[in-house]
């Protein structure tokens, strides 16, 4: 859930997948921890650089052999609270895939009721990166202003920097 602005910094997707994995180490240094977080980042890295919600699936398919074909409404009446990667990043995945707005992804993520603010930070950043998907402006600006001075300077830092 900590690994979003790496999908922003990186400047190509292999950069991408090494940074994921220094920022994983620290607290998920585990291969599963690890895949889930270049899984993450490469899918906002990828809606970033303007690959599609299928180009996106195909690719973190193809590569960390997730399967996203599933359908969430039939995954959620089965689904239980689980804080492993291996069992929360697909299914945020498919939350960001199976929706047409970043609201509408947050909303699945929750819905789960499972681990839901590490799902909805996963899902949320990449609808974020999405062009059309982003957090709508009012949203944006209230969270802005709950942030205290000092984070709100480093958030100004960092959108300067991308």
Known sequence: MRVSPVG???NTLDECLALAEETAVVSHNHPEGIKG??????S?????????KDEIKK??????NYDLSKNIEDIKPGYVFHVDCQESVPESIMCYL???????????AVSFRGDADTMAC??????????GMEVPEEIADR???ILDSHLR??????????
């Open 122 to 131: 996963i899902a949320g950043s990449i609808a974020a990166a999405t062009p």
């Open 98 to 108: 199976q929706s047409n707005s970043w609201e509408d992804t947050v909303r699945n």
């Open 44 to 52: 906002i890295f990828l809606a970033r650089n303007g690959k599609n």
């Open 37 to 42: 977080a270049q899984a993450t980042a490469a």
């Open 153 to 162: 300077h480093e958030l100004n830092l960092f959108d300067d920097f991308v």
């Open 8 to 10: 922003y910094v990186a």
């Open 143 to 145: 969270c802005f202003w």
């Open 59 to 64: 690719y973190i398919e193809d590569t960390f």
